[in-house]
T-cell receptor, first 113, second 114 residues
Framework: DTEVTQTPKHLVMGMTNKKSLKCEQH?????MYWYKQKAKKPPELMFV???????INESVPSRFSPECPNSSLLNLHLHALQPEDSALYLC????????????FGQGTRLTVV | AQSVTQPDIHITVSEGASLELRCNYS??????LFWYVQSPGQGLQLLLK??????LVQGIKGFEAEFKRSQSSFNLRKPSVHWSDAAEYFC????????????FGTGTKLQVIP
């Protein structure tokens, strides 16, 4: 199993809503990542979890709150988002070191209205 | 500053023609290098990677890339393009030591015409 599964695939939310994005992998990887990707742009790193601890936060606004309940799951809690936060949110995982290949999920297409 | 440059924003090739996508990097030491492919609205799939050793790297879907230290380049090639290769291609790099984040290039969109 070399899959990273993200749910939901599409999400529309209002600026006052609270929602969560979910990511799951069963490859035994110990590093997991959240990326944000705007149209026609490369992915931008948001957060990195290593061994279930937050190791990198790329100065992401607090309306994005990551959570890693266990080594297989990664959540991204969303609250009071802005329309400019609309993007494709990608989850990825790797064995435990950013210098190894990362496996990406299919992404969640988020629209904030 | 560390950077990855993909000088071609958009490339159009005929089906069956050969393909070369360019990638240049700027790092203090030899980085780990990657090529990813992304179909519209999808995640990224790793095509190939270079960590060390043989400078010609074979990947999936018939792709290969050549690491040239003297030119700080890691160009992606395919001898015969298929219509299904139409996608966005990202070159990426990271330092070879320590726990460093990957830097992506800005991407090259490949269009394949019949």
């Amino acid at each position: 199993d070399t899959e990273v599964t993200q749910t939901p695939k599409h999400l529309v939310m209002g600026m006052t809503n609270k929602k969560s994005l979910k990511c799951e992998q069963h490859m035994g990887h110990r590093a997991m990542y959240w990326y944000k990707q705007k149209a026609k742009k490369p992915p931008e790193l948001m957060f990195v979890y290593s061994y279930e601890k937050l190791s990198i936060n790329e100065s992401v606004p607090s309306r994005f709150s990551p959570e890693c309940p266990n080594s297989s799951l990664l959540n991204l809690h969303l609250h009071a988002l802005q329309p400019e936060d609309s993007a494709l949110y990608l989850c990825a995982s790797s064995q435990g070191n950013l210098n190894t290949e990362a496996f990406f999920g299919q992404g969640t297409r988020l629209t904030v209205v | 500053a560390q950077s990855v440059t993909q000088p071609d924003i958009h490339i159009t090739v005929s089906e069956g023609a050969s393909l070369e996508l360019r990638c240049n990097y700027s790092y203090g030491a030899t980085p780990y290098l990657f090529w990813y492919v992304q179909s519209p609205g999808q995640g990224l799939q790793l095509l190939l990677k270079y960590f060390s050793g043989d400078t010609l790297v074979q990947g999936i879907k018939g792709f290969e890339a050549e690491f040239k230290r003297s030119q700080s380049s890691f160009n992606l090639r395919k001898p015969s393009v298929h219509w299904s290769d139409a996608a966005e291609y990202f070159c990426a790099a990271t330092n070879s030591g320590g726990y460093q984040k990957v830097t992506f290039g800005t991407g090259t969109k490949l269009q394949v015409i019949p």
